[in-house]
C-alpha cells in the first residue's frame, strides 16, 4: 500500500484547505485511515480517522466542527476538509492506513502505512 497526500500549503487564519491522500496498492486491504499532524517540538497527533467501511469518524477535539475526514466511492482518496484554520493548526500532516479488522483505529503505532507528509502553515 502506498500512499501520497497533497494540498497544504500557507493560508491566513479563518481560510480553508483540503488535503487530500491517494491509495494505491492493495486498496482492499485497508479498513482504517487517519490523519496525523506534528508541529514543531511536539508530538504526533491524531487529526482524524475514518473506516473506508461504514465511514465511521473521530475527530481530535481542538478541529471538531472545523475539519471533516472523509472518503470517495472508489475508496481510493481521503480526503480532510480544513475550515477556520488557526495558527495552532500550523503542522505537517500525514495520512496513514491501517489494515485489516473494520475498526476504527487511533493510536499512531496500530496504522502499518503512512505518507509523506504535507506541510499546512497558518499565519497572516
Known amino acids: 500500500v502506498q500512499l501520497q497526500a497533497s494540498g497544504g500549503g500557507l493560508v491566513q487564519p479563518g481560510g480553508s484547505l483540503r488535503l487530500s491522500c491517494s491509495i494505491s496498492?492493495?486498496?482492499?486491504?485497508?479498513?482504517?485511515m487517519a490523519w496525523f499532524r506534528q508541529a514543531p517540538g511536539k508530538q504526533r497527533e491524531l487529526v482524524a480517522g475514518i473506516t473506508m467501511v461504514g465511514e465511521i469518524t473521530k475527530y481530535e477535539d481542538s478541529v471538531k466542527g472545523r475539519f471533516t475526514i472523509f472518503r470517495n466511492d472508489a475508496k481510493t482518496i481521503v480526503y480532510l476538509q480544513m475550515n477556520s484554520l488557526k495558527p495552532e493548526d500550523t503542522a505537517v500532516y500525514y495520512c496513514a492506513a491501517a489494515p485489516g479488522d473494520g475498526l476504527l483505529h487511533l493510536r499512531a503505532d496500530e496504522f502499518d502505512f503512512w505518507g509523506v507528509g504535507t506541510q499546512v502553515t497558518v499565519s497572516s
Open positions: 496498492g492493495k486498496i482492499f486491504s485497508i479498513n482504517s
